[in-house]
């Protein structure tokens, strides 16, 4: 019974493994007035110019000279199926070669473009360079795939990203918050645009605080941010103190204000559940309208 209400009062964070800096100017022709961001430094030199702006991942389909190449045309609704990519590197062949992250050489998030449906999984990786993972998704719709993943040889990871069709009758859907099976996770704090905001998510199992979470991807919670409207993929981190539960402390940084989807990731009992949440900057949280399916069973152990 904790829930619509508290998380009311919640506003979210994201994370921000990749230091995103808003501001300005990234698509903006040459030349870039001042921004709105640049009262913060008072240092009054100009963007030097070959230094563009970081724009969040997951919005190509190529960056850098890598290039994310899906051979699999569709996903299934009825059954899981090998969805298969590559990654092409700048010499034009497939990447055979990742540094691990987070325990894996790539990390695929799934989500339709409405913010729902989210899975994060690991694929294969075939001797050829070929990934493959089998998928299914739950309904109909434009979904879009991340590639998370650090090249062999490359200090900075990448985070690409490409839509899959699943054809079928696609009804939008607003994103489960916060409950997942028998857990229910609260979230505190306020997610302010161009700070690092400090999340902190309690994690409770039938009304009872949950103190031994186990160990995911290295850590005791893995979160990740999409911004809505464009989808842009924040990757966020728990803070290097967090106990096994009931909390989880993210630092977060959100590029810009706007409404966000939160999925955390995290294990207990021998299984790795994911809890979403919809967020807007400012400390206003997008109402959660807990939506019944209109079909009877429909709701979300989706994945
Ligand atoms: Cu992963």
Do not use: C
Request: glycine share 14%.
């Amino acid at each position: 019974m904790k829930t619509p209400a508290q998380l009311g009062l919640f506003g979210f964070g994201l994370v921000a493994v990749f230091a995103v800096a808003w501001g300005a100017g990234t698509l903006a022709g040459p030349i870039a007035a001042p921004s709105e961001g640049d009262a913060a430094h008072g240092g009054g030199h100009e963007e030097p110019a070959g230094s563009p702006v970081k724009i969040p991942g997951g919005l190509q389909v190529a960056q850098d000279g890598y290039r994310l190449e899906l051979t699999t045309p569709t996903l299934s609704t009825v059954d899981a199926q090998p969805f298969t990519f590559k990654v092409i590197g700048p010499d034009g062949k497939p990447v055979t070669a990742y540094t691990t992250a987070h325990e894996k050489d790539l990390h695929l998030i799934v989500v339709r473009r409405d913010l729902s449906g989210f899975q994060h999984v690991h694929p294969a990786l075939g001797p050829d360079g070929l990934w493959s993972v089998p998928l299914k998704v739950a309904e109909p719709g434009v979904y879009r795939v991340f590639a998370d993943f650090v090249p062999a040889g490359r200090a900075e990871g990448l985070i690409l990203g490409a839509d899959v069709n699943v054809p079928g009758d696609f009804r939008p859907r607003a994103v489960p918050v916060g409950v997942v099976d028998d857990y229910t996770v609260t979230l505190e704090g306020d997610l302010v645009p161009g700070t690092s905001s400090k999340l902190t998510l309690t994690v409770s199992k039938g009304g009872k605080p949950v103190t031994d979470l186990q160990p995911y991807l290295g850590a005791f919670g893995h979160l990740v941010a999409l911004r809505h409207g464009d989808l842009a993929y924040l990757h966020v981190h728990p803070d290097e103190g967090t106990k096994a539960g009931p909390q989880i402390v993210f630092y977060a940084e959100v590029p810009s204000a706007g409404t966000y989807g939160l999925y955390l990731d995290f294990q207990h009992e021998g299984t790795v559940r994911t809890v979403s949440f919809t967020a807007t900057t400012a400390g206003v949280v997008t109402p959660p309208t807990p939506t019944p399916t209109p079909s009877k069973d429909g709701h979300g152990h989706g994945h």
